[in-house]
């Protein structure tokens, strides 16, 4: 029979989440982040005026680190109250009773749970700021490869392996743009009591209101935060929740539609998003190698979906001053919404570190798509010489489509587009011109490279902003 008191963990934070992201929402990490909460408010209370003695205080510091999981989860089943059984235990450890004066169960978790949710954000942004250091390192790398372009996943026109890249960064500096001013701007809900009016601290300090506002103050500032809100009630308004959220999934879609052309990429046999040591891509096709990591980036962005979905169920659903109906939800979307942006940032740095690019099957592919591609060229320069466009772009499109037909016939030597259009009075431009069109294959990347250079100098000025990021090294993934 199954052990009755078997260990369910959770699988985002324990497979995939780094030990940083799981320090922020483990629940020894909350209750020490309550823990110097309690203690910061005490002393705020002591600095001005309230009676609470140095030695409960020295009492409370000496026992911070006490954590007892199972004496805890004891309590609650007992009073049926989370932040009552922590009250008790913290309390009972010291052997005083001067922790949350004049404090509702909402201003320790709001504000804790905050601070979580900020330092998280802290952390998920430098992690972004590593993989924009590390797709500009790529880039720069492949900066003038040339590669068939496609839309619609169709050949179109040329770009390089470098332009691709930065095209995928270039999502991901949006993102971070959000993430980077949701940071900053990120507000506490401060000291408010049950109602939001800080009736029970105004009672304690004898309705000197300029001491609670001294005393908020003094508590957003140790907490880090670097505003809080005025006009709230007992919760912070949860569309702030859908914020966050949904700036993750943002940076999320940078990630997974790079990683998406990855593994388009590799199913052509042009590269690879590395194989590392001891991996199996397939226990029966041993010749395969999955791209398993890019794979697992697109699953975590489905995942930020869902948690962004949650989170917008919880939008404009609270009831006058507050209620608990967001509790259930939050529990499982705030921390697994960071577990799941933590191991996708994990999977993509991996797969940038790791990918290779297969140049000479590139380059055979350039061979048989290159005059199609370019068409566009072609068509420019014969309404240059002379044609209309109309007229030309019929030309090129019946010899395209019939040259073409011998791709698909596996007899790519014999699908002549040039010779095609040479032949073609439409087309003002005779084979030799046509050919040296072809043979300037420099001309068909255009402005890649100095856009790979652009992206280049905006990635600089994030990383000059958080050199930390420098230093971001992925775990070993499983």
Known sequence: MPNSQSVITNVLAERYASPAMKAIWSPEGRILIERDYWIAVMKGQRELGLNIPVKAIKAYE???????????????????????????????????????????????????????VLRALELVRTKVVAALNKISERAVEYRTLMITGRTHNVPAQATTMGKRLAMGGQELLIAIDRLHDLVERYPARGLKGAVGTQLDQQTLFEGDAKKVLALEEKIVAHLGFKKSLNNVGQVYPRSLDLDTVTALEQVSSAAANMTNTIRLMAGQGLMTEGFLKGQVGSSAMPHKVNCRSSERVHGFCTLLKGYAAMASGLVGDQWNEGDVSCSVVRRVMLPDSFYAIDGLLEAYITVLGNMGVFEEAIAAENAVQLPFLATTSILMESVKAGAG??????????????????????????????????????IPLDLKALQAIIGNSKRFIGAAPQQVDQFKREVAKWVKKFPEATKVKPGRML
């Open 62 to 116: 000496k026992v911070k680190h006490t954590i007892d999981l199972a004496s805890i989860d004891a309590r609650e089943r007992v009073c049926l109250h989370d932040v009552k059984a922590r009250i008790d235990e913290f309390s009972a450890l010291a052997g005083y009773e001067t922790i949350h004066v004049g404090m509702t169960s909402r201003d320790l978790t709001e504000n804790v749970e905050q601070l979580q």
């Open 389 to 426: 466009r109309e007229v030309a772009h019929e030309a090129i499109k019946e010899a395209a489509l019939e040259a073409s037909k011998f791709i698909r016939l596996g007899r790519a030597q014999e699908a002549d587009l040039i010779g095609l259009l040479a032949k073609d009075d439409r």
